[in-house]
Structure formats: C-alpha cells, structure tokens
C-alpha cells in the first residue's frame, strides 16, 4: 500500500467512514521524498525507539519502523484508530496509544514503552500545538535525546532564530537554553492533502545534557525573557522595568553589572546575557 499516493488515502478513509477535523488541524502527506527524509534525520536505528505525536494516515509511522528498534504513535483522535490499524496492520514493531500528548504521563510513558532504550521524537506537529508539546519536552526534561518536527515554516524561524536576527523572540531563547535547534528543510503546502494554507519546514532540536547557560533562578530568567520581548519596541530597560514591575534604577544597576547597554532591543541580546542579566537582578534581591 503506498501510502502517500491520494488515491489510495482517500479510498481507506472512505472505508472507514473518516471525516478531516480541521479543529485537530490534519493534514496527511502526499509528498513520497519527505517521510523518509524525516526518519532518516531523526537517528532512528535498531537500538533505538522513536516517540511519533499526532500519526495521522501513518505514512512518517511506516518510515519509522523501517528504521526503529520500536515505534510508539500517540494518536488523539480515535477515528484514526482503524485507519492506522489498516496502514500499519505490517508493522510489527509499531504501537499505536490513543490520547492526548499535552495530557498523557510521558514520563510513564517513556518508561513502559521503551525501557532504557535511547529516544528521540518525531512528528508532524498539528501548528496549534506545536509550541506547547516542544516546550512540554524540554521543561520537563523528559528522556529524548532529540525532537525532530514538522512545524509551520513561521514557528520553525522563530524557534530556531539566533540572537540578533529579527524572528528572535523569548521562544527562541527558551529553546536555545536547552537544546541546539536547527532548520533542517522546508515542505511546501502542496505535499499535503487536504492543502493547508501555509509552508512548512522540518526542525531538529538536540537536547542538551545541561542548559546552555546557568542561572540562579530558571523561573526569574524566563520571567526576565518574557518581559524583554513583551514590548519588543522599547529598550530592555524600559521593557523589562514594566514587564516585572521593579523600579528603572534597579533595572540600571543590573544592567550596568552584566555590560548590557540600557538602550539595547531585546532581540540584541545573546543567551548569556538574558542569563548574566537575570543573576545580577537576583544578587540585588540578596542584597536588599
């Protein structure tokens, strides 16, 4: 069964009475290169086990298995059930859980499903959720090695963006903090059927074994993010003194001690000077 040909996807959805929900934001590929392309980028090999989020039709699940030591699949939608029962039905290596990643224990999960087993992810993200899965992965530090996701074209720039460059913003430096991401190739909208409305591109994203920079206080350094890039047209300065509510004086002082110009965009700003600038607001705490 070629699973990317739209003939036949549209003869087993029929089959099974599948109807798209554009809620759930599905698409299904029709484009044979990229799946592969997708597997083999992601690292999967026999001593390995692959985490899938949202498998859809199965065409990137069949590219897995090939591939894969195992392959776990959670799927949301359970109208998909025996589409991919159809699909996969060769797949012997191939799990496929129903439910709900943002709600699941993935920690549990990962556990049961692949034991010591070293394990990446990857999935052709729904655009609605993708940052708050990615952002699930890394601030729970869940035991991936790697996340390898097709994501709209926009979000890849932005999760992905260096320091300095216009995309930049407090999910880039989040992501930045624990892992090295990296956009891999873009997908046009014409590789899906039904055919969104906007390109995409697939990210790979290493997790780090320790956070790129250290900090005294990981909730006060992505506070002091967010507030930088809350007004991204005001200078950190400005930004940051009315994001957090602290006085300019105090904002000042720290920026003196990290060597971080007042007048600077939040975008200017490297990693390690969001780090350096948010010990500096804590040793002033101390020292109050």
Avoid: W
């Amino acid at each position: 069964m070629e699973l990317t040909d739209l003939a036949t996807i549209r003869a087993v959805l029929k089959r099974h009475g599948f109807r798209f929900s554009k809620s759930l934001g599905q698409n299904f590929l029709t484009d044979p290169s990229v799946c592969p392309r997708m597997a083999l980028a992601c690292g999967a090999d026999e001593s390995k086990g692959v985490l899938e989020i949202g498998p859809g039709f199965g065409v990137l699940t069949k590219e897995l298995s090939e591939r894969a030591g195992r392959v776990v699949a959670v799927e949301l939608d359970e109208s998909l059930l025996p589409v991919l029962g159809e699909t996969l039905d060769s797949c012997r290596n191939v799990e496929v859980v129903p439910g709900d990643v943002l709600k699941l224990d993935l920690a549990g999960l990962l556990k049961e499903k692949f034991g010591g087993m070293e394990t990446a992810v990857c999935a052709n993200l729904p655009y609605y959720i993708t940052s708050p899965v990615l952002m699930r992965f890394l601030e729970e530090r869940l035991p991936v090695a790697s996340l390898t996701l097709m994501v709209q074209k926009e979000a890849a720039r932005r999760l992905c963006a260096p320091p300095g460059s216009r995309d930049c913003g407090a999910v880039s430096v989040a992501v930045s903090y624990y892992a090295r991401p990296k956009i891999l190739f873009e997908v046009p909208r014409t590789s899906f059927y039904p055919q969104p409305n906007v390109d995409s591109a697939v990210i790979r994203l290493d997790v780090l074994p320790e956070p790129s920079v250290r900090v005294k206080n990981e909730k006060a350094f992505f506070a002091l993010v967010r507030a930088a890039f809350g007004k991204r047209r005001k200078t950190v300065l400005n930004s940051i003194s009315s994001g957090l509510g602290l006085e300019k004086s105090e904002i000042l002082t720290a920026l003196e001690r990290a060597a971080v110009a007042p007048s600077a965009r939040a975008e200017q700003l490297s990693i390690g000077q969001f780090a350096e600038l948010s010990n500096r607001l804590e040793e002033l705490k101390n020292e109050q």
